[in-house]
């Protein structure tokens, strides 16, 4: 009977704190959007990367402008679509986005000049200027529509 009341006390805090890292927000989705550039903008810029670095593996929401499709094999996907951000222009940032699929289905349905968006996988980062505020983000598509305005 001893035992189980130890068991029982030394099982509630492994508990509480299983629940507070499951509950802290490393599963949730990081929206790319006009708040997440505002909030990038004004960190410093020897601390962008590391961000970045953060939100490696996690899923990301983003939207931009289709600018390039093509055939381009890497990370075992066949295709690869290129999205020029919409919403980090307005804080002096270029993102680009590398979103890699397999579905050529998805490809055919798609067009040049149009919005897109998607859901998706991030995993890497490449500035591309010193002042950091240039980047390139490989995403695998996990889900994509374009936008009919």
Do not use: H, W
Not at 91 to 110: E, S
Request: a neutral charge; charged letters at 25%.
């Amino acid at each position: 009977m001893k035992n189980n009341r130890i068991r029982n006390i030394l099982l509630i805090p492994a508990l509480i704190i299983f629940t507070c890292a499951a509950l802290s927000g490393e599963t949730d989705e990081v929206v790319l959007d006009a708040g997440f550039f505002k909030d990038f903008n004004s960190r410093q810029i020897i601390q962008r990367d590391d961000y970045l670095e953060s939100l490696t593996n996690r899923v990301v929401i983003g939207r931009g402008i289709i600018t390039d499709i093509a055939v381009k094999a890497r990370y075992k996907k066949k295709y690869r679509i290129v999205i020029e951000s919409s919403d980090s222009a307005a804080y002096n940032q270029k993102f680009i986005f590398y979103v890699f699929l397999d579905n050529k289905d998805t490809i055919d349905l798609l067009n040049l000049d149009t919005r897109f968006e998607f859901k998706g996988q991030l995993m890497g980062y490449t500035p591309l200027a010193t002042k950091r505020n240039e980047y390139i983000l490989d995403v695998i598509l996990m889900d994509g529509s374009t936008v009919i305005e």
